[in-house]
């Protein structure tokens, strides 16, 4: 293996934390602002990229590949984790919203992983974190959260995380399946993944369901979330009071104070 191999043990149920056991000199990558706890002699170091032998090596080499990050909107660093014990020692990772974690072992699919490039959370390292282009010019300018992903490579254990109930489905040779681009979290590198329009004015103008969708097609293996964290964010934002105090959600005669034109201080 070109990875380190490292054993695991999640944790919760909604808001979950994976606890990875490291062996002596072994070591861990994970996303800036992820980490929960971790034991002593767990040494922690930044670095450029993903120190995987994929990013290159020497200054330039190490630049581009820590750059590939910037187009998915993550930081040019991680960090690193490693035991610098004799003995067996831990360090947990939390996700950052309510949801799951999803433990990928690559080395049993084929070796790659694409994801949402906000979905990865750590890995073994070894495992190269980069981007994934779709190759067809509308799912660029129409894909929103799916067009430009993360593509997780090696034959280690990577984690990666989602919003609400997580739902695992295979895909035959040949069987579509249609998904909001929001609630896709990853699939196996063989499927065949583009954005189609949704037909019918009133679906889009009405549908409230926006006016692409990701369609999938197998053979291959994809991860689909129920509650996407921009939805999440979407409703927290519409339910926020304009200004100071209660909005009253519960209340009907607060909801008909509102279309009066009532100012409730």
Same mark, same amino acid.
């Given at each position: 293996m070109n990875n380190h191999e490292?054993?695991?043990k999640l944790h919760g149920d909604d808001m979950q934390f994976v606890e990875v056991e490291l062996d002596p000199q072994e070591t861990v990558i994970a996303e800036a602002?992820?980490?929960?706890?971790?034991?002593?002699?767990?040494?922690? +170091?930044?670095? $450029?990229g993903d120190g995987s032998e994929k990013q290159g090596s020497g200054i330039m080499g190490k630049l581009l590949g820590a750059g590939k990050r910037v187009i998915t909107g +993550?930081?040019? $660093?991680m960090t690193t984790f490693t035991n610098e014990g004799a003995v067996k020692k831990h360090v947990s990772f939390a996700s950052p919203y309510p949801g799951k974690i999803i433990p990928m072992d690559l080395s049993e699919i084929n070796g790659k992983l694409i994801c949402q490039k906000d979905a990865f959370l750590a890995a073994a390292k070894g495992v190269s974190v980069g981007i994934e282009f779709?190759?067809?010019i509308k799912t660029g300018f129409f894909g929103g959260e799916g067009f430009i992903m993360q593509k997780l490579e090696g034959d280690g254990m990577a984690f990666v995380h989602a919003g609400g109930t997580i739902h695992k489905k295979v895909l035959e040779a040949g069987e579509t399946l249609r998904v909001d681009t929001g609630c896709l979290v990853?699939?196996?590198?063989?499927?065949?993944y583009n954005i189609e329009y949704v037909g019918g004015v009133k679906t889009?103008?009405?549908?409230?369901?926006?006016?692409?969708?990701?369609?999938?097609?197998?053979?291959?293996t994809v991860w689909i979330q129920s509650l996407p964290f921009?939805?999440?964010?979407?409703r927290v934002f519409a339910a926020a009071p304009e200004r100071g105090g209660s909005k009253g959600e519960g209340s009907i005669a607060g909801g008909l104070f509102d279309i009066l034109g009532g100012d409730r201080k």
């Open positions: 490292i054993d695991y602002g992820s980490l929960m706890m971790m034991d002593d002699q767990i040494q922690m +170091e930044t670095i $450029f +993550e930081s040019l $660093f779709q190759r067809k990853a699939m196996t590198g063989e499927i065949d889009a103008l009405f549908g409230g369901e926006g006016l692409f969708f990701a369609t999938l097609r197998g053979p291959g921009s939805r999440l964010a979407s």
